[in-house]
Every structure is written in C-alpha cells, then in structure tokens.
C-alpha cells in the first residue's frame, strides 16, 4: 500500500492558550512522522507560543509573526510556509474527530481544494443555517453546482469553514497570493476561487468538532447591516478575482 502523501497542517494563533493544547493533541494523533504542525504565532500577550513550543515534539514547527497581522495573513503566511503535499487549516480551539486527517487527504486525490463538515463540540450536532434555520451541511452531489455554490457564498449561506479544508499543493497558484482587499473570510476565498475553477470537493463526513466561544475569530452571530452589505461587496470582488485567476492559469 502506497504510503499517504505528507501534511502541513497550518495553524494560526493568537491569545489561544486556554484551549491549545487540546486541540494540538487532537491533531498530533493523527500525524505521521514525515508531517508538521506549522504554528504562526499573530504576537500572543498569553504565551500560547511558549506553550506550543513547550510541547517538545520535533513535527511542531512555530514562527512568531514580527508584528500583529491578523488571522487573514497569519494563514496566509503559513500556507506559504508550508513544505509538504498536502496542507489541511487549522484553527487553535477546536478538536479534531479521529479519522479527519486520513480522510480529508484520500479526498485530495479526486479535488485540489476539500471542504467537509463539522460538529458543534457541546452538542455533537452540525451549526444551523442563518438564513434557513436547517442544519448546515455539505452534500458531496453539490460540488460541481458552481453557480449554486458561488449564490449561497453571496447569501451567506454556504458552510465553508477553513478549518475544514484542505488543499494540494498545485492549489496554491490558485489561492496564494491572497488578495491585496482579503481582510475578512478568508475560506470563503479558498472556497471561492477552487469553486470557480471546478476543482473543489465537498466531504460529508464530518471532520471536527468547532468550539464556539466568545473569542472566536468567527461566529455565527447575525451582522448589522453595514458589516452585511460589505461583506457582499468584498465576496463580489473575490468571485471575480477568482475568474480571473482561473483565466490566467489556463492561459499559462
């Protein structure tokens, strides 16, 4: 049996030590020994990445952003870091449910960029739909309805979660570099720009359990109108930007 491609599982922090560990212990029980956790620290004040580091296993591989950057490009940074085949996000908080890793990588093989599902950590049950109120989940048949796709990411309506995702390699020239007015969402922008160029998967399986808490860079609280109606106006800009990408890459 061919051996698994190898992992960069790319982790931003900031102020995470409270719930850390947990999650790194998830994620290093999955990892083989050719992998990393590559960890980029956004200038913590709570010595998550002394903690981190502490850990002493030799696949944690930390950085320390200079200065404050936000999660945006701390992400952006590790994925431009990262060495290996495959690279899978990673939020700080979260637990990891066993099998997440091997699954997201077989699904690599058939879709460049993969989402999947996600549980809540209290409740084991998926998130709900802000607009329909239905649980919110991926179906695999969906994948390749693009315009569909692209619609429920303008209606906010699309679960993407970059903690979910994973991403070969040859994804990168579609993803990186981020765009310049990228300050939000930046899974809706893997999410968009692999949905443009058809080659994005979704999973069914739920990979992670996602604690929700009131530090988390994203919640699924409802925006007042102003922070809505600028996030359509950033999610337009992105779809283009995405054609765009795909145009150039198949001119190449």
Same mark, same amino acid.
């Given at each position: 049996?061919?051996?698994?491609?190898?992992?960069?599982?790319?982790?931003?922090?900031?102020?995470?030590?409270?719930?850390?560990?947990?999650?790194?212990?998830?994620?290093?029980?999955?990892?083989?020994?050719?992998?990393?956790?590559?960890?980029?620290?956004?200038?913590?004040?709570?010595?998550?990445?002394?903690?981190?580091?502490?850990?002493?296993?030799?696949?944690?591989?930390?950085?320390? /952003?200079? @200065? /404050?950057?936000?999660?945006?490009?701390?992400?952006?940074?590790?994925?431009?870091?990262?060495?290996?085949?495959?690279?899978?996000?990673?939020?700080?908080?979260?637990?990891?449910?066993?099998?997440?890793?091997?699954?997201?990588?077989?699904?690599?093989?058939?879709?460049?960029?993969?989402?999947?599902?996600?549980?809540?950590?209290?409740?084991?049950?998926?998130?709900?739909?802000?607009?329909?109120?239905?649980?919110?989940?991926?179906?695999?048949?969906?994948?390749?309805?693009?315009?569909?796709?692209?619609?429920?990411?303008?209606?906010?309506?699309?679960?993407?979660?970059?903690?979910?995702?994973?991403?070969?390699?040859?994804?990168?020239?579609?993803?990186?570099?981020?765009?310049?007015?990228?300050?939000?969402?930046?899974?809706?922008?893997?999410?968009?720009?692999?949905?443009?160029?058809?080659?994005?998967?979704?999973?069914?399986?739920?990979?992670?359990? @996602?604690?929700?808490?009131?530090? /988390?860079?994203?919640?699924?609280?409802? @925006?007042?109108?102003?922070?809505?109606?600028?996030?359509?106006?950033?999610?337009?800009?992105?779809?283009?930007?995405?054609?765009?990408?795909?145009?150039?890459?198949?001119? @190449?």
């Amino acid at each position: 049996m061919p051996e698994r491609p190898s992992v960069s599982v790319c982790m931003a922090t900031y102020n995470g030590s409270r719930f850390v560990r947990e999650q790194i212990d998830s994620i290093l029980a999955q990892l083989h020994e050719h992998d990393e956790l590559l960890v980029i620290d956004d200038e913590s004040t709570d010595g998550t990445a002394d903690l981190v580091e502490d850990i002493g296993d030799r696949r944690i591989v930390v950085h320390r /952003n200079a @200065r /404050n950057l936000g999660y945006v490009r701390t992400f952006e940074r590790a994925l431009t870091l990262a060495r290996n085949e495959v690279l899978v996000l990673s939020d700080q908080d979260d637990v990891w449910i066993d099998g997440r890793l091997d699954a997201l990588v077989d699904a690599t093989a058939s879709h460049a960029v993969v989402a999947s599902n996600l549980l809540l950590l209290e409740s084991h049950a998926p998130l709900r739909s802000p607009i329909t109120g239905r649980p919110w989940l991926l179906r695999s048949r969906d994948a390749a309805r693009r315009m569909r796709n692209e619609a429920r990411i303008l209606l906010g309506d699309a679960p993407y979660f970059g903690c979910t995702m994973a991403l070969r390699r040859d994804a990168l020239d579609l993803v990186l570099p981020f765009p310049d007015h990228l300050d939000e969402s930046h899974d809706l922008w893997i999410a968009t720009v692999a949905n443009a160029s058809a080659v994005l998967g979704h999973l069914e399986q739920p990979t992670l359990l @996602r604690r929700v808490h009131s530090d /988390n860079a994203s919640t699924p609280r409802p @925006r007042g109108v102003r922070a809505a109606l600028r996030s359509r106006l950033l999610l337009l800009r992105l779809w283009r930007e995405a054609r765009r990408r795909r145009s150039s890459l198949r001119s @190449r």
